[in-house]
């Protein structure tokens, strides 16, 4: 079994861990020895049912990856969440696509409100790619599941890549997957697409979809940000605080001293200021929980997992606590709290945010 590797991405055949490169059900890969056909489940897949699946990678073998980026022509598509471009980011991509052209695919367009016009947004994504040292050639706004803007992507695509090999990275969970799943039935149709390995065994599971003749899109596993709420999830949580439609955002008048819970997630206290509005900008089964500021300490403890989920109760052993980090704020900010979303104020105060220990709170400029 040792060295057994997946004739389609080069990966490394394991039959333990469902999540993680080069897994293959026991039967299967018996099967195949008998065939000579051995795929991984994620390749299996792409070539019978047109559709690729999520796998995860070490950071390790992510850093070799991007270095590869580096040393082949190539254009870049990186794919970033729009409603968590702090999470979605791949700090010093910059770098390791030295010449190469990078186009930023910014994602899930459809759950940020209606009201936030396109132009402004590709501006607001176009300036913090810049904050990142990233210069794209161009930005792009989709939603995986709009036809319309996967066509659109498609056109920017080949336009860019000037018949080179098209790379598409991004940290897991910002869409890759039903983007280029989208991007294959389109392309496609009901064909079988085939899967091939150019460098067996030296490959990094990646996923190689032919795009004419000698070019091809490659998938390229997401890494997990540390940061992301989403490492201190279980599956229903992630789905309950992940938004998949549009946010309504919801205004609260607070006076100083009062506090807001984001379940049992993350806190927000009013500290100094005058009377005034907040809107919150949360997936909508996120239950915010408004007390007052004192007190709110044991009220987190008395009520973390009942009135304030998530988490679970069952899970409330295992959640990080909250880590407090104050704010003054002067002008029209986004506190953002990384992987869930973010509070809009408009006048100066004081304020604290909460978060998990590990996962980002920061301030950006108002992106509406
Ligand atoms: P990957 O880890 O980057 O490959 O992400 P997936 O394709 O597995 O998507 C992660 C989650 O985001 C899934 O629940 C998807 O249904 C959801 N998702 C992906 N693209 C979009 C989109 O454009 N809009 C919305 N609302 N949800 C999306």
């Known amino acids: 079994m040792k060295d057994l590797r997946c004739i389609g991405c080069g990966a490394l055949l394991q039959t333990e861990n469902k999540e993680l490169s080069g897994y293959t059900p026991k039967s299967a890969l018996e099967k195949g020895l008998e065939t000579g056909e051995l795929y991984c489940q994620r ?53 390791f696509v030295q010449s190469n052209d990078v186009l930023l695919v ?13 132009g402004k947004l590709t501006q607001w994504l176009k300036e913090r790619a810049h904050e990142e040292g990233l210069r794209p050639v161009d930005v792009v706004l989709t939603s995986a599941f709009n036809q319309n803007d996967v066509r659109n992507l498609m056109k920017k695509i080949d336009e860019y890549r000037k018949g080179r090999d098209v790379y598409v990275v991004g940290v897991t969970n910002v869409g890759k997957s039903s983007l280029i799943n989208s991007i294959i039935k389109i392309a496609t149709g009901e064909e079988e697409v085939i899967t091939t390995s150019r460098f067996p065994g030296t490959t990094l599971d990646k996923i190689e979809i032919p795009l004419d003749e000698d070019s091809f899109l490659i998938d390229t596993p997401g890494i997990i940000h540390r940061h992301q709420m989403a490492h201190y999830l ?29 379940g049992g997630l993350a806190r927000f206290d009013y500290i100094k200021g005058e009377k005034q509005g907040f809107t919150a900008y949360f997936a909508r089964d996120l239950k915010l ?80």
């Open 43 to 95: 390749c299996f897949r792409l070539r019978h049912y047109n559709e690729i699946a999520d796998v995860e990678m070490t950071d390790e073998d992510f850093l070799r990856l991007l270095n590869e980026l580096g040393t082949t022509d190539a254009l870049v598509v990186n794919v970033i969440d729009i409603f968590d471009f702090n999470g979605s980011v791949i700090p010093g991509l910059h770098r």
């Open 106 to 118: 910014g994602n899930k367009k459809d759950v940020l409100p209606h009201s936030v016009g396109t």
């Open 234 to 262: 279980g599956k229903k949580d992630l789905k309950l605080i992940s938004p998949s439609k549009e946010i309504k955002p919801v205004t609260y008048q607070l006076n100083p001293d009062q506090t807001l819970f984001l």
């Open 289 to 368: 929980h408004r007390t007052k500021l004192e007190g709110a300490s044991e009220f987190y403890q008395k009520h973390v997992g009942g009135i304030l989920t998530p988490p679970q109760a069952d899970e409330v052993a295992n959640f990080p606590k909250l880590r407090r980090v104050e704010f003054s704020i002067k002008e029209k900010t986004d506190l953002v709290f990384s992987g869930l979303g973010w509070i809009r104020m408009a006048q100066p105060g004081v304020v604290a945010c909460w978060v998990p220990e590990g996962v980002d709170v920061l301030v950006r400029k108002s992106i509406i």
